[in-house]
């Protein structure tokens, strides 16, 4: 199985470390804080449109396309580890994404050197 998820399906508590994509079932609406923990290859993941927060760490360094279309707030320093970011799918702004990266300094070092990189954002209600 690819994901852990709580015996009512809405917690999600791992996923496995080897997933290059991952796409987070609709049960799922709040994310164990470590549930991708040792995700070293994962390239994509597309978060269920029922996560609204997202807190924990995101411990993907490979992932070059993170769409979380219905996020509305996200803690601290969760993208740190995502230096491959060239596409975000978010209704957040950029300054919720240069907090989620930890800093403007770390946004900018792994976001706007890659020339490639598009920031699409989601409309309110998706």
């Known amino acids: 199985m690819d994901y852990r998820l709580s015996e009512d399906s809405r917690r999600l508590i791992g996923v496995k470390s080897s997933?290059?994509?991952?796409?987070?079932?609709?049960?799922?609406?709040?994310?164990?804080?470590?549930?991708?923990?040792?995700?070293?290859?994962?390239?994509?993941?597309?978060?269920?449109?029922?996560?609204e927060y997202l807190q924990g760490?995101?411990?993907?360094?490979?992932?070059?396309?993170l769409s979380m279309p219905n996020v509305s707030k996200i803690s601290k320093c969760v993208l740190v580890d995502c230096k491959n970011l060239i596409?975000?799918?978010t209704k957040l702004s950029k300054q919720e994404l240069?907090?989620?990266?930890?800093?403007?300094?770390?946004y900018n070092k792994y976001i706007q050197?890659?020339?490639d990189y598009k920031l699409k954002k989601m409309k309110d209600g998706l």
């Open 19 to 51: 997933l290059i994509y991952a796409k987070i079932p609709d049960s799922v609406t709040e994310i164990n804080g470590w549930a991708f923990f040792g995700c070293d290859i994962m390239d994509t993941l597309i978060m269920s449109k029922n996560v």
């Open 87 to 89: 596409e975000i799918e």
């Open 57 to 65: 760490y995101i411990s993907c360094p490979k992932l070059s396309h």
């Open 98 to 106: 240069i907090s989620a990266f930890g800093s403007k300094e770390i």
């Open 113 to 115: 050197r890659n020339r």
